[in-house]
């Protein structure tokens, strides 16, 4: 069926479009999106418009997305272009509803008196028992006839993603911890000597994983303007063996992983390699770090927030 507004949105862009004192639009892509929830946008000769304001219609930002964008003294974006996310919304919603229905217990209805139960299909029972299975209890009834076969017993499911927040952050250099860096950095920008950064978790990866299998890890970090160049520079991601910050150096294990790359202000996710998972799930690895040399790749970066899936 066609869209009864489709005349009157063509009709406003095409008068936007025409220009005039409130900017020419124009379609740009999406480079980044960032902390504040604005969007850094790629410009045709490389060059970014950082912090651009969207309205509330504009759902599910994502770096690549194409939208019309008013230039003027102060840019703002006024819609996406392309198919709208009522698709990926609804499917956000599924699983919501999913997870959320882990928490409903299955009884009907849990009733007690003083003498036995009015209506048929009762059986009496000798003997209860009782676990618990992923934080959720189950109840077993012993009885001595089965007049009525029992349900089947549900299987056990996947359980809920876990995110984990750090417990500490900060940055090193020269062999100590960094006074001067409020966050964690990789690189060097004024030949002080290069800079590295880390997030730390004590036990609460291996605790959320206690018992379960981790199946993934995603990792969601967010780097800060006003350090670096603005355009995207990639994280140069390493794993490390400390539980909290050492007084001394910070070391490094495997690593660089460039998962992920960042304009300034911009967020990001990225998900870790398999290895990686199992490393941080055993206690094998307790925490994240990033280091760079030189000033090409300079950035602040904070988060460290770990989404754990299990199977």
């Not at 309205?55 to 997305?65: E, L, Q, T, V």
């Amino acid at each position: 069926m066609a869209d009864p507004l489709g005349g009157e949105a063509d009709r406003l862009a095409a008068a936007l479009t025409a220009g005039g004192p409130g900017g020419d639009v124009v379609s740009l892509q999406v480079a980044d999106v960032t902390a504040s929830g604005r969007v850094n946008l790629q410009l045709g000769d490389g060059s970014l418009l950082l912090e651009v304001a969207c309205p509330d219609s504009y759902r599910n930002r994502a770096a690549g997305d194409w939208v019309a964008v008013r230039l003027s003294s102060v840019p703002v974006v006024l819609w996406r272009l392309g198919d709208d996310p009522a698709t990926t919304e609804a499917a956000d919603l599924k699983k919501a509803a999913t997870e959320a229905a882990q928490d409903v217990q299955v009884v009907r209805a849990a009733t007690y008196g003083t003498g036995t139960p009015t209506g048929s299909g009762w059986q009496p029972a000798t003997a209860v028992f009782t676990r618990k299975v992923d934080g959720k209890l189950e109840l077993y009834f012993q009885v001595a006839d089965v007049s009525d076969p029992s349900p089947e017993t549900p299987s056990v499911p996947t359980p809920r993603p876990v995110t984990v927040s750090p417990t500490d952050s900060g940055s090193w250099r020269n062999g100590r911890p960094d006074d001067y860096a409020s966050t964690p950095v990789q690189g060097d920008w004024t030949d002080g000597g290069n800079r590295r950064g880390g997030w730390f978790y004590g036990s609460r990866i291996t605790d959320a994983c206690a018992g379960k299998t981790a199946a993934g890890m995603t990792v969601a970090f967010s780097r800060r303007a006003g350090a670096g160049v603005n355009a995207k520079r990639p994280l140069h991601l390493y794993l490390h063996s400390h539980a909290s910050p050492p007084s001394g150096q910070l070391t490094l294990g495997d690593g660089p992983n460039d998962l992920l790359r960042l304009s300034a202000g911009a967020k990001g996710t990225a998900a870790l390699p398999k290895s990686w998972v199992t490393a941080l799930a055993s206690g094998a690895a307790k925490g994240l770090a990033i280091y760079a040399s030189g000033s090409a790749d300079y950035m602040a970066v904070t988060g460290g927030q770990i989404t754990i899936t299990f199977s």
